[in-house]
């Protein structure tokens, strides 16, 4: 259906403000979102958010909705659920809280903190900043607070309501003392949560240095014009390329839960009506005891729905609210991705790269073009224990899997889904931590073959060189990141730890509270992503560049590629030709989407049951003897 003016928003109408003045205006706001990503960037002190930038910052009107952002605003909902009434709002005020549930599940675990701040000009208030980090701890039973066992929230870390860390331009030492005292990592905690807060307060005031420039009306008006013409632009992009009439679904799994549960179906169908983009979660399972449950927040998938979009036909649309209202989604209560209160939430990262996944195989059903394979994985790892001198340390890090291919380009090796995340340099964890990074590279042959090939997984070596205990949560160690079009899936996760004496453990892709020694090794290896159109295509001379690069084996050339490779790294043109040619008459067709070679599902059930048993058995013996040795 088309939408009708009186169920359209306020902002949809004539604009007075002049084009080159708006446009100026934009440009202004996206300048102030990246100040004040370097103000936190350069400000914090823990890696995972001075040296990975995993925050995000946004300016909203004066109604709460993002103008300039990434994620939706959840301002109504944090208000919704804060004792302050707007009106009561005050120049220099900061509200803060950690909640999921208090926010609809805008920041997706105890760990990410959201900090807002109401913008006033001439005693009116305008607009807000706000912007979130993801801290290192948070208390909870475990170090880095994503204990892969916990059954409830309360075993994942404090809990902080909506409360004003600053009143009035005070700060709320109270406040501020009580949730960092329940942080493993007090110092970090503060320093990072100051670093949020400055990042807010330069948001307001470049916001207030656009209203001396233009006025105070003239920035409101070009708000309302902003949200109206992403609005447009979308509503454009909708017609054009969605058909109506057609559903479109796809499914596809996360492993496990961290307790031996799954693997769990994430399910998407997408139509159109009118103006109108509908996409429906109905069909995803339900949630699980383990804290993988992703409470995804609509709001926030209406934007990811939309940015989609943007991304792959005319990122020059700005993001923001304006269509919000013409992105409606359905997410059952009481599914993985709509957990109720209080199911745990901290390793919710590995459903939220699957929703990815799906939604993209979705819009690649319905558009036909642009159409990537599948992300590999970007888990969680943390280091803590006792240095020789008796300092306590901690360290966490965010690390990366391939980049899946799309036509006409391979994927990237190694990297973030999020654009402007980055890897926590070697040199930086050797020097504040007791360890040694002995080996970062792309792991070769972890890459989905396709025509393009997906992006390599990593392969991170740690020797530690102090006894602690290591956490850390990731995916894809059961199942594929399929392959699209002809394209291969991209390997499987693997993670082993070799103990000083030389002995080997195959780890599961979820652990907490590992104990490791001094002189202890953990090969970490992510995923690879999913390929793009036939192998048998790809240029012969990118196959044997990857070759020499170490990116794919000469086997794997020669096997999923039919190019064979000589010593000196040159193709054999006759050979390759004649492989290809024995390939392609021995093979069956493509599946439109390759998930790889997999097991019926109550064989995998039952697979990682039984492997969550045996790795916990092993785990309790282990923890017996370092207990046994006063470790």
């Not at 792959?312 to 709509?338: C, H, M, Q, W």
């Not at 391939?402 to 090796?413: R, S, V």
């Amino acid at each position: 259906m088309v939408l009708h003016e009186q169920d359209q928003p306020d902002f949809v109408r004539e604009h007075d403000i002049d084009h080159v003045t708006l446009d100026i205006i934009e440009n202004a706001l996206k300048n102030i979102r990246h100040e004040m990503d370097r103000v936190l960037v350069t400000t914090a002190v823990s890696p995972v958010i001075r040296e990975q930038a995993d925050e995000f910052p946004l300016i909203a009107d004066r109604k709460g909705r993002m103008i300039v952002g990434q994620f939706g605003s959840p301002i109504d909902t944090v208000l919704e659920n804060s004792p302050y009434a707007v009106e009561d709002l005050a120049d220099g005020d900061v509200i803060a809280l950690n909640d999921p549930y208090m926010m609809e599940g805008s920041t997706s675990h105890l760990p990410d903190i959201l900090l807002v701040r109401p913008i006033f000009y001439e005693d009116e208030r305008i607009g807000y900043a706000l912007q979130w980090g993801n801290l290192m701890d948070v208390g909870g039973s475990t170090a880095g607070s994503i204990p892969i066992d916990a059954r409830s929230i309360y075993e994942e870390g404090v809990r902080m309501p909506p409360v004003k860390l600053y009143d009035g331009g005070r700060l709320n030492e109270e406040v501020l003392r009580f949730f960092c005292h329940n942080s493993r990592t007090p110092r970090e905690t503060r320093a990072d949560v100051m670093a949020i807060a400055a990042g807010t307060a330069t948001g307001a005031q470049r916001v207030k240095d656009i209203c001396d420039r233009f006025g105070k009306d003239t920035y409101l008006e070009a708000c309302d014009a902003l949200l109206a013409r992403t609005r447009t632009s979308i509503i454009g992009l909708i017609r054009q390329l969605i058909p109506e009439g057609e559903r479109f679904e796809f499914e596809d799994y996360t492993d496990d839960d961290g307790l031996g549960n799954g693997p769990i179906k994430l399910k998407l169908a997408m139509w159109r009506e009118g103006d109108s983009l509908h996409l429906d979660w109905s069909g995803t399972d339900a949630q699980v005891p383990g804290p993988v449950n992703f409470l995804l927040n609509k709001e926030m998938f209406q934007m990811f729905a939309g940015v989609f979009l943007i991304s792959a036909v005319d990122p020059t649309i700005l993001f923001n609210d304006g269509y919000a209202d013409i992105i409606k989604v359905n997410i059952p209560e009481g599914s993985v991705l709509r957990p109720k209160e209080p199911a745990p939430l901290s390793n919710r990262l590995v459903v939220m790269a699957r929703q990815f996944d799906v939604l993209g195989a979705v819009y690649a059903k319905a558009i036909g073009f642009n159409v990537s394979g599948s992300y590999g994985t970007s888990p969680n790892f943390v280091y803590s224990g006792v240095k020789e001198g008796g300092e306590s340390f901690q360290t966490m890090e965010i690390l990366y899997g391939g980049i899946p291919a799309i036509p006409g380009k391979d994927g990237l090796d190694g990297h973030s889904w999020w654009p402007e995340f980055l890897a926590v340099p070697a040199e930086y964890m050797e020097t504040y931590y007791p360890m040694i990074v002995e080996e970062y590279s792309a792991r070769k042959d972890s890459c989905g073959a396709g025509q393009f090939r997906g992006g390599c997984g990593i392969k991170k070596v740690y020797r530690f060189l102090a006894d602690g205990s290591i956490t850390f949560q990731d995916d894809r160690h059961h199942t594929y990141p399929y392959g699209v079009d002809g394209g291969k899936p991209g390997a499987a996760s693997m993670k082993t730890l070799v103990r000083a004496n030389r002995d080997e453990v195959e780890m599961p892709s979820k652990v907490r509270d590992v104990p490791v020694f001094e002189g202890d090794r953990l090969i970490f290896e992510t995923a690879g992503a999913g390929g793009v159109g036939d192998p048998l295509e790809r240029d012969p001379e990118a196959v044997a560049k990857d070759v020499r690069w170490n990116l794919i084996s000469p086997e794997a050339a020669e096997n999923a590629y039919g190019v064979v490779v000589g010593e000196d790294g040159s193709v054999d043109a006759e050979a390759t030709g004649s492989k290809r040619g024995e390939i392609k008459s021995s093979r069956s067709e493509s599946p439109g989407f390759d998930h790889g070679d997999l097991p019926p599902l109550d064989e995998q059930r039952r697979i990682i049951a039984e492997t969550r048993r045996k790795f916990d058995e092993w785990l309790s013996g282990e923890l017996g003897k370092a207990r046994g040795e006063g470790r």
